[in-house]
């Protein structure tokens, strides 16, 4: 096998790198050792990143990745540029994917359950065991999450083999909507959505920005529709649901929706643009039931209010409708998205902006439908196998999967880490992650992507691939399945891929740039044009579904950003990333409407008991402005128990409130299905979050210009000058009157240092200024870059306590402020966000209060931190008007083995009693500066520095560079209009980083706040 | 000839029982040789306080700073608090025996040794602090400008050096002041001592002996160390006050700061003077020096400091409104009704209202209610500083970072022990050096003089 | 009586500038690497390869030029020679090497030189014919003249960098190694 | 061979020893042979032995002018060995620079006002006493006469003139000087 691992000879320079090495450890007294390579290596150069191209498996999205290794360890995560789906760019989830490699908590060695308690045995003992099971038994089950095109043949070869059956069970399964793809339009494949090109959105409470399908490609596309172009142009999105997520904070409008009255809106809007002359093809009958009139009943909006919905879908051509998401799985939800289907299709936009395919990916897939009758079935089942999902912890517990499972003759779990299913097996066989195996992936029909592994697999793991293991037992019980290795495996099953990629040319070549691009984009699977209604085969409902119980309340459950279903809830960096909507980290809230947490006399942290007639859970209130005041809301992944040491016993799972019922037609989960009602129990707990206070105090940090202001002025996007520069005006004005204004206020970044401090280096002709800009009219808040930027700068997570009590260390503080939010009515919606980073001023308050100069300006205008001339008098924090510069109030920087091996050795780890704060990726200039200096001295090319933000940033928000060349991309994006610096009227700081206001369709008060 | 100070004024600053230069001796030396219980008593409280102020200090460096309860907005608490405190009550001293001295204030002689030694064990307190809140207290040498193979030099333009400077420099200063102070009067006790002490008073009185020249020097120096200590003692709280002023924080950068630092710092310095004179005069029997009159005369100054410290803080109010600016007026605002409303309204009441009192005579010439008032005024110079600290901090520019602190077990161990260590040192110079100064003492005292037999018997 | 007093002026200001001088030397005052430190598993004599061969640094070193670190060699660069080289002086420690080989580990070589973990060294910065093309000795010392390597030539301390950025006017901006 | 001896006469009032002092030094004897004793400074017995201006005050401006310059060259020089740029500020920021100057200033003045005093009043005494009273710093008056032994009686004289509560013979007359 396997030139492939063996070129990633594993770990042969340790300690050259000092990776994990903790800092300010001088001149220790212990022998370090160096360790050569045996073998030269024509990949590695040790000090030198060495990248491979991989697809992420953090959710079925598939995102084409690129993985830096360092001495052949993986030390980051980034987009692959050349992936149709990432683009470059990468979710929260997807960076953190390096913590679920090097997670502590990954199971050692294959374990065997023996009175009740797991030990170590060998791998051929547990091989040999599970063959004897295996040929002792018969009707195997195979439990699986989503895996990939060649290990899902693998699977089915195997089990037609051993002779069983594969039941494929996701938690955030989109069964509905694929079903009712199946059902407009005859296929059975879920619809990709072209957000670029569509003018305005309706949003059905998809959360397309960070769960629902493809988030990363859908931000992007998102961004590029909704950020103002150059001619003044932009694209709007209306959200239609009971709770406002991240997708709805970004949206321009909201209607809140009565939850589970999506059809009946759709369809109303559906109506009403048939009668403007839409073709509702089979359904024409169906919508002369949907009036506006009696719409307005069953959902609480007005029909005016509907008919102009309807009629801007129309004429604000192309538009596009999307959802229900996962939170909107209610027991009509294939009817929901029918009903939204059909919508799109009377306005016109299938085939522009939703892409069905011409095919058919088999029978439909009916997740927990399948799932129940497979617990049915456990019973006279040999051997059930579990990978890659964990139904103990994410099926009600109504459904009783523990004692189906119980109710299995054998029961083997392959999982890289121990979690509540493999807890209940007897066979736990500890599996590869995904960065240190093989695989591949179809993220959509034509694209298809190789997973490789990117370093040999972490030492302290005894671990085997399940594919491996599947063939090897294949072996072992004289089958010959063609290949010995998954490798092999994968291989022949891309010989098919590479005779139509790449016909004429020898497999072994088209497999080398497969490898190296990541991604083969076949171009014989077109896209069709629009594609006719079919007339429905199922009877559905499609009126408001039925709720469980008399509670008061009707219960959100979503999947969460930062965990999905909890499957990333063992991982630090997402437990402690403040999740974009409440800003909570590590534990579980339950959003409550203002006005209904003022009728309960609740208040945020308040402790109350949530309860369903399914089951109860005792949880904080989070008070939101964002969510009906008949709803409460609940985030998915929390509530772990036995997941590992960062996940339990963090926050609720919501699922425990469930039914265990399937929606009908598509076999999905159903999770709207209860009232709950909330008994406050009288106490109350500290939260964790990083929100001081959610309003501006109208305070030039994050304006907005209204879209009219802008194309008021010169008519293109370049118009609103007067207002950035407003708070200088009123320092000119206050001169004119002969006040007194201390210093010239009138600065630009490329003007610093100034005249009275250019001395020694400082010389402005000779050094660059480095420079940011952010177009807040384009960044989410999705939080990936404070991800990425943990990743790549060695920041630490520091725990619930510390982030209680107000310590959070992170380089990047994603800051959401309300303007615009009204539960009660159809409306403008105004949420901003602003990633707060370091601003590099020019006259950096932080600098000059320094007694050490640990913080200083360098001539290449960077606001440099030197960690190991930092005495920790907290002094520049104090005076930091942006508040970003964190401190480390402990040692932060041991973690548990392996987690270590994650530090990004160009990154000096950081001790306790130093402060730390962005800077700007300095390691990542200095990098650049030495490759292009030995490169033949060339100067530094624009856009060659690219700080890990910007890197990670799905919305393209943010550009760097050089502001002192004008003809860089940051120096010109910085003219814009738009382009203001947080505080500087107030307190000229003259800050580096400038953003560029958020664009809203309504009036903003005074043009600035 | 002439005198000095004229005769009728002298009388009236000791009681009219202390008749010659020899019974001040006996009275005044008579102290060190007698600890009686209540010394033992409040030693040993100190001594307990040292314990903490140790241990819980050794535990922070050795966990980490993040033991206080120190967050990211508030950088600085309880520690700096304490260290603005502790430097503000070693202004006094100086200040009674410097400026007081250049004044040729009458009422100050009985005093001034025990207000210096408060000075001298103030700063050490207070310069402890500045060393407690660090992060990594084992570089806090680098702050010192000191030649080193690196080339680092300190910022100048901190004012954490210029901090670091005028607190070396001030306790310098009045350390040397204030021993030289005592130099005739270890002689003194030299003379009168036997065994051991004698040995060490032999030492500390350099040797000492009244001459014509001695005292001829010894008057021009002390003069010139006032001089100097003068303008040290005004530039050493307004050095403290640009720590804050000269930042950008809403609520420190404020113009008035040195100034109202300056005030406030004597306010409260003169009330720890009251605040241990009164118990010193009880235990040690010193009625006879320490009179109603200078409590009166200090209570009078702490009236004058009162109304200077709320005037700027009423100024700060004023102008926080006047100059329109939202976060000016905000932070301001937050003062009052914010979360930390207490701390503010106790430092209201206590430096603003309570000292209202002391217009009435009969209040200023009861001593038990000048020590209760002058509790009350520590309290509220204490909390003074930590509403101007934290409530600032909290509460900056930007909302989303807005939050609370809350000062920690430790952080309170340590705050607390420090009163220990300065108890401590304070109690063991009562034992060593005599608290009152004995040679100044006998100058509002009339000379011997042939011509004056009558009255006047030798001894 | 005037005597005493200049004499203790002279013995202060003669002891600080001692003090001073012992701080602007701070970095000699580092214990040497200790004896056993040095031991290496192999003991590879640099005056054999660098001086009496003139084998050139880069040609084990091979990453120098082009990355932050010069590299270890590998086990085979070693073997590339001693397939057929027994060696005249050491012929054991030849076949301690050619023991590595066949049981296919890379040999523990005790790391001599070594920067703090808050220090980035670029090598090929200082090494590059295009960047600051500097002899390996003005760091290393004359390395083929020593048979045993030792942290000889330089304690590797910050004045002494400095030193040389200065006097080579290299940028002395903290950012170029502290980051 | 002029040996020299001291008397020294202790008196209960201050204008004993003035008028001892007064009637000493018109009878001849040096100012730099009499040393007067007090507890207390007394103007009327420094005026007695005729003392000018203290030359301390020279120290205390040497002192001072020092300090300002070496607090200005100290920030100035240390900033510009190594220029680094801070809150956009001037490599030399005088007005921040006068802080230091100004402690540096009182620090230099203060310690050499100490020095001057030591110097002038030769402390501290490192020689043991020879005749000296207790008493002295508590509430006598003393004045000390040396000179060669042949001038002794006179002073003798004088000295008893004033009623001495106690008279002492230094056979060195050195006792402290």
């Given at each position: 096998m396997s030139d492939g691992i063996k070129r990633?000879?594993?770990?042969?320079?340790?300690?050259t790198g000092g990776a994990g090495a903790t800092v300010?450890?001088?001149?220790?007294q212990q022998v370090e050792r160096l360790l050569p390579y045996v073998v030269p290596d024509e990949d590695i150069t040790p000090g030198v990143a060495t990248w491979y191209t991989s697809v992420c498996g953090?959710?079925?999205?598939g995102c084409g990745i690129w993985v830096r290794t360092r001495e052949g360890r993986v030390v980051k995560v980034e987009g692959n540029?050349?992936?149709?789906?990432?683009g470059g760019a990468l979710c929260s989830r997807g960076f953190s994917s390096v913590q679920g490699l090097y997670?502590?908590?990954?199971?050692?060695t294959p374990l065997l359950k023996e009175g009740g308690e797991f030990r170590a045995i060998t791998w051929d003992q547990a091989e040999g065991l599970l063959a004897q099971r295996l040929e002792g038994g018969s009707n195997h089950l195979f439990l699986t999450g989503r895996v990939g095109p060649s290990m899902t043949d693998l699977l089915d070869q195997f089990l037609s083999f051993v002779g069983g059956s594969r039941v494929e069970y996701e938690a955030l399964s989109e069964a509905p909507l694929r079903n009712a793809t199946r059902i407009a339009f005859g296929r059975n494949f879920l619809p990709t959505y072209d957000f670029e090109q569509a003018r305005l959105i309706y949003s059905f409470g998809a959360d397309f920005l960070e769960t629902w399908l493809s988030p990363v490609a859908y931000q992007r596309g998102f961004a590029r529709m909704s950020g103002v172009d150059a001619h003044g142009s932009k694209g709007r999105m209306v959200f239609l649901a009971p709770r406002l997520s991240l997708t709805g904070q970004n949206?321009?409008?909201?209607?809140?929706?009565?939850?589970?009255?999506e059809a009946v809106v759709a369809l109303s809007m559906a109506h009403v643009i048939a009668r403007e002359g839409g073709d509702a093809g089979p359904y024409r009958a169906v919508l002369q039931a949907y009036d506006p009139a009696n719409a307005e009943t069953a959902s609480g909006i007005p029909a005016r209010e509907i008919e102009e919905l309807a009629l801007r879908f129309l004429q604000e051509a192309p538009s596009l409708a999307v959802g229900p998401g996962v939170a909107g799985h209610h027991r009509n939800a294939t009817a929901a998205n029918l009903a939204v289907h059909i919508l799109n299709a009377v306005a016109g936009n299938v085939g522009r902006t939703v892409r069905l395919r011409q095919v058919d990916e088999g029978a439909a897939a009916r997740p927990f439908a399948e799932l129940r009758s497979a617990m049915d079935a456990m019973a006279q089942a040999g051997v059930v196998m579990i990978l890659g999902t964990n139904p103990a912890y994410?099926?009600?517990?109504?459904?009783?999967f523990p004692a189906a499972l119980a109710s299995a003759g054998f029961r083997v779990a392959f999982s890289t880490a121990m979690d509540e299913t493999a807890r209940l097996c007897d066979l736990v066989l500890p599996d590869r992650h995904f960065l240190e195996s093989w695989g591949d992936s179809?993220?959509?029909?034509g694209v298809f992507a190789l997973q490789q592994p990117?370093?040999?697999?972490?030492?302290?793991f005894d671990t085997r691939q399940a594919g491996d293991v599947l063939l090897s037992l294949a072996a072992r019980l004289?089958?010959?399945?063609?290949?010995?290795?998954f490798y092999d495996y994968l291989r022949s099953r891309w010989a098919g891929i590479g005779a139509l990629a790449?016909?004429?040319?020898?497999f072994d070549s088209f497999w080398r740039d497969a490898l190296r691009k990541g991604v083969v984009e076949l171009t014989d699977q077109e896209e069709e044009g629009p594609v006719p209604l079919r007339s429905p085969d199922t009877a559905l409902s499609f009126d408001p579904p039925p709720l469980d119980g008399d509670g008061e309340f009707t219960l959100v459950v979503y999947p969460s950003s930062r965990f999905g279903d909890g499957?990333?809830?063992?991982r630090p960096w997402l437990q402690e990333l403040?999740?974009?909507?409440?800003?909570?980290?590590?534990h579980s809230w339950v959003e409550v409407n203002p006005n209904a947490a003022r009728r309960m006399g609740l208040g945020t942290g308040d402790l109350v008991v949530v309860r369903s007639p399914h089951g109860q859970v005792e949880v904080p209130v989070w008070v939101y402005?964002?969510?009906?005041?008949d709803t409460v809301a609940l985030a998915m992944g929390?509530?772990?128990?036995?997941?590992?040491r960062f996940a339990d016993g963090n926050g609720v799972n919501?699922?425990?409130?469930?039914?265990a019922e399937v929606e009908q037609p598509s076999g999905a989960l159903v999770k709207l299905a209860t009232r709950v009602s909330l008994d406050p129990t009288g106490r109350r707990r500290p939260i964790a979050t990083?929100?001081?206070?959610?309003?501006?105090?109208?305070?030039?940090?994050?304006p907005a210009a209204s879209l009219a202001s802008l194309t008021r002025?010169?008519?293109?996007?370049?118009?609103g000058e007067e207002q950035g520069e407003s708070g200088h005006g009123q320092l000119k004005e206050i001169q004119a009157m002969g006040g007194f204004a201390p210093?010239?206020?009138?600065?630009?970044?490329?003007?610093?240092?100034?005249e009275g401090s250019r001395y020694g280096q400082y010389d402005p002709a000779a050094n660059p200024r480095w420079a940011m800009a952010i177009d807040l009219d384009k960044?989410?808040?999705?939080s990936a870059c404070v991800i990425a930027c943990q990743s790549e700068n060695n920041v630490p997570w520091v725990g619930e306590e510390q982030i209680i009590m107000g310590r959070e260390i992170s380089w990047i503080r994603m800051e959401r402020y309300y303007e615009t939010v009204d539960a009660g009515h159809p409306g403008p919606v105004d949420i901003r966000f602003l990633p707060m980073?370091?601003?590099?001023?020019?006259?950096?308050?932080c600098e000059p209060v320094c007694p050490v100069y640990a913080a200083y300006h360098t001539p290449e205008g960077l606001n440099a931190q030197v960690y190991n001339r930092?005495?920790?008098?907290?002094y520049c924090a104090n005076n930091?008007?942006?508040?970003?510069r964190v401190f480390n109030?402990?040692?932060?920087?041991?973690?548990?083995?392996?987690?270590?091996?994650?530090?990004?050795?160009?990154?000096t780890v950081r001790s306790g009693g130093v402060m730390e704060k962005c800077s700007f990726c300095v390691q990542r200039i200095r990098e650049t500066q030495n490759r292009a200096r030995i490169e033949g001295q060339r100067p530094v090319r624009d856009g060659e520095v690219v700080p890990a933000c910007q890197q990670s940033c799905p919305a393209e928000a943010i550009v760097f560079g050089n502001?002192?060349?004008?003809?860089s991309r940051v120096a010109q994006v910085s003219q814009n209009g738009r382009g203001y610096r947080v505080l500087d009227a107030l307190?000229?700081?003259?800050?580096a980083v400038t953003y560029l206001k958020k664009v809203t369709f309504h009036e903003v008060h005074g043009g600035e706040h | 000839m002439a005198t000095a100070i004229n005769e009728k004024e002298r009388g009236?600053?000791?009681?009219?029982?202390?008749?010659?230069f020899g019974q001040v001796n006996r009275d005044i030396l008579k102290m060190l040789s007698r600890p009686g219980k209540g010394w033992w008593a409040l030693f040993l409280v100190a001594v307990g306080g040292v314990g903490l102020f140790f241990s819980a200090w050794i535990y922070q460096i050795t966990t980490g700073?993040?033991?206080?309860?120190?967050?990211n907005p508030v950088g600085w608490g309880v520690y700096i608090t304490t260290f603005v405190f502790w430097v503000g009550i070693a202004h006094s001293g100086t200040l009674i025996s410097a400026i007081l001295f250049l004044f040729r204030a009458p009422w100050r002689q009985s005093i001034y040794r025990a207000a210096e030694a408060m000075t001298v064990f103030a700063v050490m307190t207070a310069g402890l602090f500045p060393l407690i809140h660090l992060g990594r207290v084992w570089h806090g040498y680098w702050l010192i400008p000191y030649p080193n193979s690196r080339f680092l030099w300190p910022n100048f333009r901190s004012p954490l050096v210029w901090d670091v400077f005028a607190v070396t420099t001030y306790f310098t200063v009045s350390a040397v002041f204030f021993y030289l102070g005592t130099i005739p009067d270890v002689a003194a006790a030299r003379d009168q001592a036997t065994g051991l002490r004698k040995k060490l008073y032999q030492v500390v009185a350099?040797?000492?002996?009244?001459t014509d020249r001695e005292w001829h020097h010894f008057g021009k120096a002390y003069i010139f160390l006032a001089a100097f200590a003068t303008p040290l003692v005004l530039s050493v709280h307004s050095v403290v006050s640009w720590d804050f002023?000269?930042?950008?924080v809403p609520g420190w950068?404020?113009?008035?700061?040195a100034p109202y630092f300056v005030a406030g710092a004597i306010f409260s310095g003169v009330a720890m003077v009251i605040t241990l004179t009164v118990p010193l005069r009880k235990i040690f029997k010193l009625e006879a020096y320490l009179t109603v009159r200078h409590f009166d005369a200090m209570a009078k100054l702490i009236l004058l400091t009162s109304l200077i410290v709320m005037y700027a803080y009423l100024t700060e109010f004023f102008m926080a409104w006047y100059s329109g600016e939202e976060v000016e007026r905000s932070v301001f605002w937050n003062r009052l009704f914010g979360p930390y409303w207490w701390a503010t309204w106790i430092m209201l009441v206590c430096?603003?209202?309570?000292?209202?009192?002391?217009?009435f005579k009969r209040i200023r010439h009861s001593i038990p209610a000048l020590f209760v008032i002058t509790l009350f005024i520590n309290i509220g110079m204490w909390f003074e500083r930590f509403v101007i600290i934290v409530t600032s901090l909290s509460h900056e520019f930007e909302p989303f970072a807005w939050g609370q602190y809350r000062p920690s077990m430790t952080e309170m161990a340590i705050v607390v022990g420090s009163f220990g260590w300065f108890l401590f040192w304070f109690l063991i110079f009562t034992r060593i050096l005599?608290?009152?100064a004995i040679a100044e003492l006998k100058e509002v005292l009339p000379a011997p003089r042939r011509g004056a037999r009558k009255e006047v018997t030798a001894p | 009586m005037k005597k005493p007093w200049s004499l203790a002026a002279l013995t202060g200001v003669a002891a600080l500038a001692t003090l001073a001088f012992a701080q602007s030397r701070e970095g000699g005052s580092e214990p040497p690497p200790s004896a056993s430190a040095t031991v290496q598993p192999i003991a590879f004599p640099h005056s054999t390869h660098?001086?009496?061969?003139?084998?050139?640094?880069?040609?084990?070193?091979?990453s120098a030029e082009r990355s932050v670190d010069a590299g270890i060699p590998p086990v085979a660069s070693c073997m590339g020679c001693h397939t057929v080289i027994q060696g005249r002086n050491q012929p054991e420690e030849v076949n301690k090497l050619r023991d590595y080989w066949a049981r296919g580990e890379s040999i523990p070589w005790v790391r001599v030189y070594k920067v703090s973990d808050h220090v980035r060294f670029p090598h090929m910065r200082h090494v590059a014919a295009d960047a600051?093309?500097?002899?390996?000795?003005?760091?290393?010392?004359?390395v083929e003249e020593i048979e045993v390597i030792q942290?000889?030539?330089?304690?590797?301390k910050m004045g002494w960098c400095v030193d040389c950025h200065r006097q080579k006017e290299a940028?002395?901006?903290?950012t170029v190694c502290h980051y | 061979m002029s040996t020299n001896q001291g008397i020294l006469a202790s008196y209960d009032y201050l204008d004993s020893a003035i008028e001892a002092i007064e009637s000493l030094r018109a009878a001849g004897f040096k100012r730099k042979s009499i040393r007067a004793y007090a507890p207390v400074p007394e103007h009327d017995l420094e005026h007695a032995m005729g003392y000018?201006?203290?030359?301390?005050r020279v120290f205390a401006l040497v002192g001072a002018l020092t300090g300002t310059a070496t607090g200005f060259a100290l920030a100035i020089f240390t900033s510009m060995d190594w220029p680094l740029v801070t809150?956009?500020?001037?490599?030399?920021s005088i007005p921040a620079f006068v802080v230091i100057a100004f402690e540096m200033t009182i620090l230099f003045g203060a310690l050499s006002t100490v020095i001057g005093l030591f110097i002038n009043t030769r402390l501290p005494h490192l020689k043991p006493l020879v005749v000296y009273d207790p008493l002295f710093s508590s509430g006598r008056f003393g004045v000390f006469v040396s000179g060669p032994a042949e001038r002794m009686g006179e002073a003798r004289r004088i000295l008893s003139e004033q009623e001495p509560a106690e008279l002492r013979e230094d056979p060195e007359g050195v006792a402290h000087v």
């Amino acid at each position: 096998m396997s030139d492939g691992i063996k070129r990633r000879d594993f770990l042969k320079v340790l300690g050259t790198g000092g990776a994990g090495a903790t800092v300010f450890g001088c001149s220790t007294q212990q022998v370090e050792r160096l360790l050569p390579y045996v073998v030269p290596d024509e990949d590695i150069t040790p000090g030198v990143a060495t990248w491979y191209t991989s697809v992420c498996g953090e959710c079925p999205a598939g995102c084409g990745i690129w993985v830096r290794t360092r001495e052949g360890r993986v030390v980051k995560v980034e987009g692959n540029p050349d992936h149709p789906v990432s683009g470059g760019a990468l979710c929260s989830r997807g960076f953190s994917s390096v913590q679920g490699l090097y997670d502590p908590d990954r199971i050692r060695t294959p374990l065997l359950k023996e009175g009740g308690e797991f030990r170590a045995i060998t791998w051929d003992q547990a091989e040999g065991l599970l063959a004897q099971r295996l040929e002792g038994g018969s009707n195997h089950l195979f439990l699986t999450g989503r895996v990939g095109p060649s290990m899902t043949d693998l699977l089915d070869q195997f089990l037609s083999f051993v002779g069983g059956s594969r039941v494929e069970y996701e938690a955030l399964s989109e069964a509905p909507l694929r079903n009712a793809t199946r059902i407009a339009f005859g296929r059975n494949f879920l619809p990709t959505y072209d957000f670029e090109q569509a003018r305005l959105i309706y949003s059905f409470g998809a959360d397309f920005l960070e769960t629902w399908l493809s988030p990363v490609a859908y931000q992007r596309g998102f961004a590029r529709m909704s950020g103002v172009d150059a001619h003044g142009s932009k694209g709007r999105m209306v959200f239609l649901a009971p709770r406002l997520s991240l997708t709805g904070q970004n949206a321009d409008e909201w209607v809140p929706l009565r939850p589970g009255c999506e059809a009946v809106v759709a369809l109303s809007m559906a109506h009403v643009i048939a009668r403007e002359g839409g073709d509702a093809g089979p359904y024409r009958a169906v919508l002369q039931a949907y009036d506006p009139a009696n719409a307005e009943t069953a959902s609480g909006i007005p029909a005016r209010e509907i008919e102009e919905l309807a009629l801007r879908f129309l004429q604000e051509a192309p538009s596009l409708a999307v959802g229900p998401g996962v939170a909107g799985h209610h027991r009509n939800a294939t009817a929901a998205n029918l009903a939204v289907h059909i919508l799109n299709a009377v306005a016109g936009n299938v085939g522009r902006t939703v892409r069905l395919r011409q095919v058919d990916e088999g029978a439909a897939a009916r997740p927990f439908a399948e799932l129940r009758s497979a617990m049915d079935a456990m019973a006279q089942a040999g051997v059930v196998m579990i990978l890659g999902t964990n139904p103990a912890y994410s099926v009600p517990p109504p459904a009783g999967f523990p004692a189906a499972l119980a109710s299995a003759g054998f029961r083997v779990a392959f999982s890289t880490a121990m979690d509540e299913t493999a807890r209940l097996c007897d066979l736990v066989l500890p599996d590869r992650h995904f960065l240190e195996s093989w695989g591949d992936s179809m993220p959509r029909p034509g694209v298809f992507a190789l997973q490789q592994p990117a370093m040999q697999p972490v030492p302290l793991f005894d671990t085997r691939q399940a594919g491996d293991v599947l063939l090897s037992l294949a072996a072992r019980l004289g089958g010959d399945p063609g290949a010995a290795t998954f490798y092999d495996y994968l291989r022949s099953r891309w010989a098919g891929i590479g005779a139509l990629a790449a016909p004429g040319t020898g497999f072994d070549s088209f497999w080398r740039d497969a490898l190296r691009k990541g991604v083969v984009e076949l171009t014989d699977q077109e896209e069709e044009g629009p594609v006719p209604l079919r007339s429905p085969d199922t009877a559905l409902s499609f009126d408001p579904p039925p709720l469980d119980g008399d509670g008061e309340f009707t219960l959100v459950v979503y999947p969460s950003s930062r965990f999905g279903d909890g499957k990333h809830a063992n991982r630090p960096w997402l437990q402690e990333l403040p999740d974009p909507v409440s800003k909570i980290a590590w534990h579980s809230w339950v959003e409550v409407n203002p006005n209904a947490a003022r009728r309960m006399g609740l208040g945020t942290g308040d402790l109350v008991v949530v309860r369903s007639p399914h089951g109860q859970v005792e949880v904080p209130v989070w008070v939101y402005p964002g969510i009906r005041e008949d709803t409460v809301a609940l985030a998915m992944g929390g509530g772990h128990e036995g997941y590992g040491r960062f996940a339990d016993g963090n926050g609720v799972n919501p699922m425990v409130l469930l039914p265990a019922e399937v929606e009908q037609p598509s076999g999905a989960l159903v999770k709207l299905a209860t009232r709950v009602s909330l008994d406050p129990t009288g106490r109350r707990r500290p939260i964790a979050t990083i929100e001081g206070s959610s309003d501006q105090h109208d305070r030039p940090i994050a304006p907005a210009a209204s879209l009219a202001s802008l194309t008021r002025g010169s008519g293109e996007a370049g118009a609103g000058e007067e207002q950035g520069e407003s708070g200088h005006g009123q320092l000119k004005e206050i001169q004119a009157m002969g006040g007194f204004a201390p210093v010239a206020t009138e600065g630009k970044p490329q003007d610093f240092p100034l005249e009275g401090s250019r001395y020694g280096q400082y010389d402005p002709a000779a050094n660059p200024r480095w420079a940011m800009a952010i177009d807040l009219d384009k960044c989410t808040g999705c939080s990936a870059c404070v991800i990425a930027c943990q990743s790549e700068n060695n920041v630490p997570w520091v725990g619930e306590e510390q982030i209680i009590m107000g310590r959070e260390i992170s380089w990047i503080r994603m800051e959401r402020y309300y303007e615009t939010v009204d539960a009660g009515h159809p409306g403008p919606v105004d949420i901003r966000f602003l990633p707060m980073i370091c601003q590099h001023c020019g006259n950096a308050p932080c600098e000059p209060v320094c007694p050490v100069y640990a913080a200083y300006h360098t001539p290449e205008g960077l606001n440099a931190q030197v960690y190991n001339r930092c005495v920790g008098t907290r002094y520049c924090a104090n005076n930091c008007p942006y508040k970003v510069r964190v401190f480390n109030w402990f040692s932060f920087s041991e973690v548990p083995e392996p987690m270590n091996w994650g530090y990004n050795p160009d990154v000096t780890v950081r001790s306790g009693g130093v402060m730390e704060k962005c800077s700007f990726c300095v390691q990542r200039i200095r990098e650049t500066q030495n490759r292009a200096r030995i490169e033949g001295q060339r100067p530094v090319r624009d856009g060659e520095v690219v700080p890990a933000c910007q890197q990670s940033c799905p919305a393209e928000a943010i550009v760097f560079g050089n502001i002192r060349d004008p003809h860089s991309r940051v120096a010109q994006v910085s003219q814009n209009g738009r382009g203001y610096r947080v505080l500087d009227a107030l307190i000229n700081t003259q800050p580096a980083v400038t953003y560029l206001k958020k664009v809203t369709f309504h009036e903003v008060h005074g043009g600035e706040h | 000839m002439a005198t000095a100070i004229n005769e009728k004024e002298r009388g009236a600053l000791t009681h009219p029982d202390v008749g010659s230069f020899g019974q001040v001796n006996r009275d005044i030396l008579k102290m060190l040789s007698r600890p009686g219980k209540g010394w033992w008593a409040l030693f040993l409280v100190a001594v307990g306080g040292v314990g903490l102020f140790f241990s819980a200090w050794i535990y922070q460096i050795t966990t980490g700073v993040g033991v206080s309860g120190l967050m990211n907005p508030v950088g600085w608490g309880v520690y700096i608090t304490t260290f603005v405190f502790w430097v503000g009550i070693a202004h006094s001293g100086t200040l009674i025996s410097a400026i007081l001295f250049l004044f040729r204030a009458p009422w100050r002689q009985s005093i001034y040794r025990a207000a210096e030694a408060m000075t001298v064990f103030a700063v050490m307190t207070a310069g402890l602090f500045p060393l407690i809140h660090l992060g990594r207290v084992w570089h806090g040498y680098w702050l010192i400008p000191y030649p080193n193979s690196r080339f680092l030099w300190p910022n100048f333009r901190s004012p954490l050096v210029w901090d670091v400077f005028a607190v070396t420099t001030y306790f310098t200063v009045s350390a040397v002041f204030f021993y030289l102070g005592t130099i005739p009067d270890v002689a003194a006790a030299r003379d009168q001592a036997t065994g051991l002490r004698k040995k060490l008073y032999q030492v500390v009185a350099l040797g000492w002996r009244g001459t014509d020249r001695e005292w001829h020097h010894f008057g021009k120096a002390y003069i010139f160390l006032a001089a100097f200590a003068t303008p040290l003692v005004l530039s050493v709280h307004s050095v403290v006050s640009w720590d804050f002023a000269m930042s950008i924080v809403p609520g420190w950068h404020a113009t008035i700061f040195a100034p109202y630092f300056v005030a406030g710092a004597i306010f409260s310095g003169v009330a720890m003077v009251i605040t241990l004179t009164v118990p010193l005069r009880k235990i040690f029997k010193l009625e006879a020096y320490l009179t109603v009159r200078h409590f009166d005369a200090m209570a009078k100054l702490i009236l004058l400091t009162s109304l200077i410290v709320m005037y700027a803080y009423l100024t700060e109010f004023f102008m926080a409104w006047y100059s329109g600016e939202e976060v000016e007026r905000s932070v301001f605002w937050n003062r009052l009704f914010g979360p930390y409303w207490w701390a503010t309204w106790i430092m209201l009441v206590c430096n603003g209202l309570v000292p209202v009192m002391l217009w009435f005579k009969r209040i200023r010439h009861s001593i038990p209610a000048l020590f209760v008032i002058t509790l009350f005024i520590n309290i509220g110079m204490w909390f003074e500083r930590f509403v101007i600290i934290v409530t600032s901090l909290s509460h900056e520019f930007e909302p989303f970072a807005w939050g609370q602190y809350r000062p920690s077990m430790t952080e309170m161990a340590i705050v607390v022990g420090s009163f220990g260590w300065f108890l401590f040192w304070f109690l063991i110079f009562t034992r060593i050096l005599p608290p009152v100064a004995i040679a100044e003492l006998k100058e509002v005292l009339p000379a011997p003089r042939r011509g004056a037999r009558k009255e006047v018997t030798a001894p | 009586m005037k005597k005493p007093w200049s004499l203790a002026a002279l013995t202060g200001v003669a002891a600080l500038a001692t003090l001073a001088f012992a701080q602007s030397r701070e970095g000699g005052s580092e214990p040497p690497p200790s004896a056993s430190a040095t031991v290496q598993p192999i003991a590879f004599p640099h005056s054999t390869h660098a001086g009496q061969f003139q084998i050139d640094c880069q040609y084990c070193h091979f990453s120098a030029e082009r990355s932050v670190d010069a590299g270890i060699p590998p086990v085979a660069s070693c073997m590339g020679c001693h397939t057929v080289i027994q060696g005249r002086n050491q012929p054991e420690e030849v076949n301690k090497l050619r023991d590595y080989w066949a049981r296919g580990e890379s040999i523990p070589w005790v790391r001599v030189y070594k920067v703090s973990d808050h220090v980035r060294f670029p090598h090929m910065r200082h090494v590059a014919a295009d960047a600051g093309n500097l002899e390996c000795q003005e760091c290393h010392g004359l390395v083929e003249e020593i048979e045993v390597i030792q942290e000889v030539a330089q304690p590797l301390k910050m004045g002494w960098c400095v030193d040389c950025h200065r006097q080579k006017e290299a940028s002395i901006d903290c950012t170029v190694c502290h980051y | 061979m002029s040996t020299n001896q001291g008397i020294l006469a202790s008196y209960d009032y201050l204008d004993s020893a003035i008028e001892a002092i007064e009637s000493l030094r018109a009878a001849g004897f040096k100012r730099k042979s009499i040393r007067a004793y007090a507890p207390v400074p007394e103007h009327d017995l420094e005026h007695a032995m005729g003392y000018g201006q203290s030359p301390v005050r020279v120290f205390a401006l040497v002192g001072a002018l020092t300090g300002t310059a070496t607090g200005f060259a100290l920030a100035i020089f240390t900033s510009m060995d190594w220029p680094l740029v801070t809150g956009g500020k001037p490599i030399v920021s005088i007005p921040a620079f006068v802080v230091i100057a100004f402690e540096m200033t009182i620090l230099f003045g203060a310690l050499s006002t100490v020095i001057g005093l030591f110097i002038n009043t030769r402390l501290p005494h490192l020689k043991p006493l020879v005749v000296y009273d207790p008493l002295f710093s508590s509430g006598r008056f003393g004045v000390f006469v040396s000179g060669p032994a042949e001038r002794m009686g006179e002073a003798r004289r004088i000295l008893s003139e004033q009623e001495p509560a106690e008279l002492r013979e230094d056979p060195e007359g050195v006792a402290h000087v």
